[in-house]
């Protein structure tokens, strides 16, 4: 993807006090359940109520230490997000951890997820994260071969869960590589 295709995406953090972007970010973790899951299972998993507050979880610094980013076009339509927090896992270790990420499907494959993986690495190495993490269902290849084309490494997590780990430092990108 060449970078002035890239650079027509927008990422810019989600406006709080919006509650039209809240509910658009937790309808589209809804669909990312269900794409992944299939509707019995991710249809019935949360409902969006608790997705609302989950968005707000990572806007409360009460809360948790995170950022919700969208990926806008050229006509400031939101066309993905990524949610990102400084995660302390039970091992002891503090890393970056991707919540969720989502591009609508219109726009897959035309370097929006690449561009706001990239952001949220650079938010990630902002606030003192040496590691990005996520974790996936074994069954969400797309994000598995997303994650794995930018270097990160998985391993089984139990469950049916994958781990997705990356070390990420001084050679991450900058948070204004395509925005």
Do not use: C
């Not at 899951?37 to 949360?46: A, D, F, K």
């Not at 997820?113 to 974790?135: F, I, K, P, Q």
């Amino acid at each position: 993807m060449s970078s002035s295709n890239l650079q027509r995406f927008k990422i810019r953090p989600i406006h709080p006090e919006s509650l039209a972007e809240i509910e658009l970010i937790a309808t589209r973790m809804r669909e990312t359940l269900i794409e992944v899951l299939g509707e019995e299972v991710g249809g019935n998993m949360y409902t969006l109520e608790w997705l609302k507050d989950r968005v707000m979880f990572h806007l409360t610094p009460e809360r948790s230490v995170g950022e919700v980013f969208v990926a806008e076009d050229g006509s400031g339509a939101i066309v993905g997000h990524t949610i990102v927090r400084v995660e302390h896992e039970e091992a002891g270790a503090t890393v970056g951890l991707f919540s969720t990420t989502y591009v609508a499907k219109e726009f897959r494959s035309a370097g929006v997820a690449s561009v706001l993986l990239n952001h949220g690495e650079r938010w990630m190495v902002d606030h003192g994260m040496s590691e990005a993490v996520t974790y996936t269902d074994t069954a969400n290849t797309k994000l598995k071969n997303l994650y794995v084309k930018h270097g990160y490494h998985w391993i089984e997590a139990g469950n049916n869960f994958i781990r997705l780990s990356k070390s990420i430092g001084s050679s991450a990108p900058s948070a204004n590589d395509g925005g």
